[in-house]
């Protein structure tokens, strides 16, 4: 059975940073692109990151890039996302998600709440 | 980026009847590797998103057949042959051919 896992949310300030992981089992996971999605409270689905199978190919949202940097570790199967500089329109639940053929696989989300 | 556009935003439907959603892309949805990247997810309240529909047209493993989806290049259609009760959520459409990739705003099925 597949199984994303997420961790690390949580509440943080303005400017400051949180690192999200992904426990991924029941695949193979370093044969698999991997994204996260993020929704705020009450609002839909906003694309943030993906990440090729080996590390090498990223891509961000505009309203990410520089802030945020997604990254993987096959060896422990478990996706990352390093959020710096955070800010009150970063709150929202984020999303681990498998890609094949765009997102299948979706984990439970963990809350990041930025806020003095 | 490209604007994925749905219709209609909110969808009274009854127990037992047809519901359509329309999600409208602003370029070809069409890939260089000849594929159309369009998914449709169904997010329950309370729940992650789940996918339906794939490449426009594929149903997903354990996705019951009363869900299909159609249409090409820039015009798709999630279609449910008979709404159930457990049908209730918000869905959205998905384009995976273009850098960013972006949702459609969701459209919510409730039951009148």
């Known amino acids: 059975e597949v199984q994303l896992v997420e961790s690390g949310g949580g509440l943080v300030q303005p400017g400051g940073s949180l690192r999200l992981s992904c426990a991924a089992s029941g695949f193979t996971f370093n044969i698999y692109w991997m994204l996260w999605v993020r929704q705020a409270p009450g609002k839909g689905l906003v694309w943030v990151s993906h990440i090729d199978t080996d590390g090498k190919i990223t891509s961000y949202a505009d309203s990410v890039r520089g802030r945020f940097t997604i990254s993987r570790d096959n060896a422990k199967n478990t996706l990352y996302l390093q959020m710096d500089s955070l800010r009150a329109e970063d709150t929202a639940v984020y999303y681990c998600?498998?890609?094949?053929?765009?997102?299948?696989?979706w984990g439970q989300g963990t809350l990041v709440t930025v806020s003095p | 980026d490209v604007v994925m556009t749905q219709s209609p935003l909110s969808l009274p439907v009854t127990l037992g009847q047809p519901a359509s959603i329309s999600c409208r892309s602003s370029?070809?949805?069409?890939?260089?590797?000849?594929?159309?990247?369009l998914s449709w997810f169904q997010q329950r309240p309370g729940q992650s998103p789940r996918r339906l529909i794939y490449r426009v047209s594929n149903r997903d493993s354990g996705v019951p057949d009363r869900f299909s989806g159609s249409g090409s290049g820039t015009d798709f259609t999630l279609k449910i042959s008979r709404v159930e009760a457990e049908d209730v959520g918000v869905y959205y459409c998905?384009?995976?051919?273009?850098?960013?990739?972006?949702f459609g705003q969701g459209t919510k099925v409730e039951i009148k």
């Open positions: 370029q070809s949805l069409v890939d260089s590797d000849g594929n159309t990247y």
């Open positions: 998600v498998r890609d094949s053929w765009g997102p299948d696989y």
């Open positions: 998905m384009q995976g051919t273009h850098w960013p990739r972006t």
